[in-house]
């Protein structure tokens, strides 16, 4: 009995300590808080532009802390860039003549969403931000997205591809991504283009959320364009052994696959499927064939196909702007990647970065054709926007259902082939607009 | 048709690896009733022997299998010194514990060295047809070796004089001990070959797929399921429950979704031990 006693009595202190200990961390959060805040106040105070009539204040979280870092500095480092390069030519001109200047504030949001609303809600009000661009990734900028609703700021977003945040009857939130649900759509498009007879598509991918939701709308898309899904299986991410599922596409007979997950599940997808020699035409895979390191895999990779929201060397131009139709805006693509590897030591952009400089280029042309830095105007002018951009092509969603979701902007499909000295390099190849060289179909 | 006997050819070539992976675990549990928990992590390590040996040196992976058996064998020594010993005759839960801690040391050192990023030993023998069925050679080199390998340690088992003396512990201790058998450096020696099987397995699985140093894990687990199967403490056994686990992942797919195969692994796992505890094979008697 006394032991009872003694135990549950050492079980309460433990407790009381364990209370106490969270107690005392809490006040501990402010300081470090401040100490962001301060930073980042600073932080428009290095960067405070030549004086000039107007300066428009933007405002934006970036993960300079956290998991989405890497991805997140791109995105800023290309937002830089599009800043430096607007107000060394003297701002964004007007048709009146007159000039504005732009001007960041940002903070760093830890890539924790609790952070995001706190600071996005303080850019709107404190800071007075003028607009707003998204911070990095889909998660991130939904928590931000609803901010900038309710202060009503038009907000341009880069770097988040989730279609749901569209869906959620915003009005002035921009999407400069190609949404999730047309991540492989563009796939479908590229095999009906280069064999009309292929019929039989089989969808081998991830069970990731990402994945199955890209999969599940191309599939749709593909059914909806008469093909047959001769197969539909996930695998668990950790999969290493692909065998099962080749040998069930074997069997399947399919003229093209699709799918994959992250890059390496889809590397080795594609070196098991190499392996096997099996017999098929087209091969595309989610996030994996656009990294470098993908030509690791030597002649396994010679064909594959893979999405990607912008390549350096995606050739839109303004020739491939007026055959489309579309007014061109912004630098060229090689001026893009040569301005970006001055400033940033060499570094080649990534399409993050791309992405950040896009998000620039939007609002800019949005006040350019706005004729004022006035919300309403900017937001008309974003409605009818209809343009060819490095990035490739901008429009979004004017419904009710879906505003902002962007319409225009498809992903660039690559495919690694082999050069006339033997070497793998990547190709453009989708969508014909931008296309470095013609598709190799069959696949080797 | 032909989709079938692909599947069972590429579930028998990996079954033999399984078998192997198994019967390092088996043969512990078999000599000295310890359930090794630091088995997936040693599987791990024999990966990453034979992905630096071929990666940074140049070295044939096949060679590289020696010096990872070497490796594995002193290892297991060592273990068995530094953690069981000590532990040997406490009740199970102690072992548990304590071959529990090597596998989170050894987790966590490979963790900070090595990174958990995925890795690939870049080798390939080509492939070769049989009927509608393509193999990577490597994965039949994999399944060759595996047999030789169990071969021999039937062989040694059987005909040497260190081999008797593990089979004389496995069956009775004191007995053995009383007949002037060395049960300590046994012991440590029964349980560096069990480290040294699950480093060999955890190297042919390195020519295979890419792993990263956690994927020991899921052959660990395997192992679990192998060993039940074929009967806890029969190393023969194990390598006919890694056949039968390896055709069953191999035929499982083609009747329903992959993501079925672990659930009727762990159900299978639960039948055996509910309805014949000894393993189809027959366990070792205590």
């Known amino acids: ?444 | 048709m032909d989709f079938l006997f692909t599947s069972i050819l590429d579930g028998l070539m990996l079954g033999f690896v399984y078998g192997l992976a198994a019967m390092g675990l088996t043969l512990i549990w078999g000599v000295m009733n310890v359930i090794n928990l630091s088995h997936g992590p040693i599987i791990s390590l024999g990966m990453f022997g034979v992905y630096l040996l071929f990666t940074f040196l140049g070295l044939n992976p096949y060679l590289a299998l020696i010096f990872v058996a070497i490796f594995g064998l002193l290892l297991g020594i060592v273990i068995y010194f530094v953690a069981v010993n000590r532990v040997i005759d406490a009740p199970h839960l102690s072992t548990l514990l304590a071959t529990f801690a090597v596998a989170m040391i050894i987790t966590g050192l490979g963790t900070a060295v090595f990174t958990a990023s995925p890795r690939n030993v870049d080798y390939s023998l080509g492939s070769v047809t049989l009927g509608s069925a393509t193999i990577p050679v490597t994965r039949i080199v994999a399944a060759v070796l595996s047999i030789l390998i169990t071969a021999g340690l039937y062989l040694y088992l059987q005909r040497t004089r260190s081999g008797r003396y593990i089979r004389a512990v496995a069956n009775n201790r004191s007995a053995a001990e009383l007949m002037g058998v060395p049960s300590v450096r046994i012991l440590a020696l029964s349980f560096g070959i069990g480290t040294m099987l699950a480093a060999l397995a955890g190297g042919l699985i390195s020519t295979l797929f890419p792993f990263t140093i956690l994927a020991g894990g899921t052959y660990e687990l395997k192992s679990f399921v192998i060993g039940v199967l074929g009967g806890l403490g029969n190393p023969i056994g194990a390598l006919f429950g890694g056949l039968i686990l390896g055709v069953l992942e191999g035929i499982i797919p083609t009747f329903m979704p992959a993501t079925w195969v672990p659930v009727l692994e762990f159900v299978l796992f639960v039948l055996i031990l509910l309805v014949r505890p000894q393993g189809l094979f027959g366990a070792k008697k205590s």
């Open chain 1, 1 to 444: 009995m006394k032991r009872t006693i003694f135990w549950s009595l050492f079980l309460v202190l433990l407790l009381a300590l364990a209370a106490c200990g969270g107690g005392a961390a809490e006040p501990a959060a402010p300081p470090a808080d401040t100490q962001t805040s301060d930073t980042a106040v600073e932080q428009p105070a290095d960067t405070s532009p030549p004086a000039a009539a107007e300066t428009i204040v933007i405002g934006f979280t970036a993960s300079q802390t956290g998991n989405q870092n890497v991805p997140s500095t791109g995105q800023v480092n290309g937002l830089n860039l599009w800043k430096d390069t607007v107000n060394a030519a003297g701002g964004i001109e007007l048709a009146d003549g007159s000039k504005v200047m732009v001007d960041f504030v940002s903070y760093d949001d830890e890539s924790n969403t609790d952070r995001v609303q706190e600071l996005y809600t303080r850019l709107a009000t404190e800071d007075e931000a003028n607009f707003l661009i998204s911070p990095y990734s889909s998660g991130l900028t939904a928590a931000a997205a609803v901010i900038s609703e309710q202060y009503g700021k038009v907000m341009i977003t880069t770097g988040a591809a989730s279609d749901d945040t569209y869906k959620q009857g915003l009005t002035l939130v921009y999407q400069a991504y190609t949404p999730a649900s047309r991540y492989l759509t563009g796939a479908v498009d590229l095999l009906e283009n280069v064999d009309a007879s292929a019929k039989n598509v089989a969808f081998v991918y991830e069970n990731s959320k990402f994945s199955t939701d890209v999969v599940e709308a191309a599939r749709q898309y593909a059914e909806g364009k008469g093909y047959n899904v001769v197969l539909m299986e996930g695998y668990d991410p950790e999969t290493t052994d692909f065998g099962p599922f080749i040998n069930k596409i074997q069997d399947s007979q399919p003229d093209a696959i699709m799918g994959g997950g992250h890059f390496q599940d889809g590397s080795t997808f594609t070196r098991q499927l190499n392996e096997k020699n099996i017999d098929v035409g087209f091969f595309a895979l989610l996030v994996a064939p656009p990294e470098p390191d993908f030509a690791d895999l030597g002649d396994a990779a010679v064909g594959v196909v893979g999405p990607s929201q912008w390549e350096p060397q995606a050739a839109f131009t303004p020739e491939s702007a007026a055959a489309t139709g579309l007014d061109w805006y912004g630098p060229l693509g090689e001026e893009f990647v040569q301005a970006y590897e001055a400033k940033f030591d060499g570094a080649e952009p990534s399409y993050h970065a791309a992405g950040g400089y896009a998000a620039g280029l939007i609002l800019e042309k949005a006040i350019q054709d706005a004729g004022s830095t006035d919300p309403a105007a900017v937001q008309q002018a974003l409605d009818a926007m209809n343009l060819l951009t490095f990035f490739g092509h901008i429009q979004f969603d004017t419904s009710a259902e879906a505003h902002g979701l962007q319409t225009g902007h498809s992903m660039v499909y690559i495919q690694w082939q082999k050069n006339a000295e033997g070497n793998l390099v990547k190709e453009v190849v989708w969508p014909l607009e931008g296309a470095t060289a013609e598709t190799i179909y069959p696949m080797p």
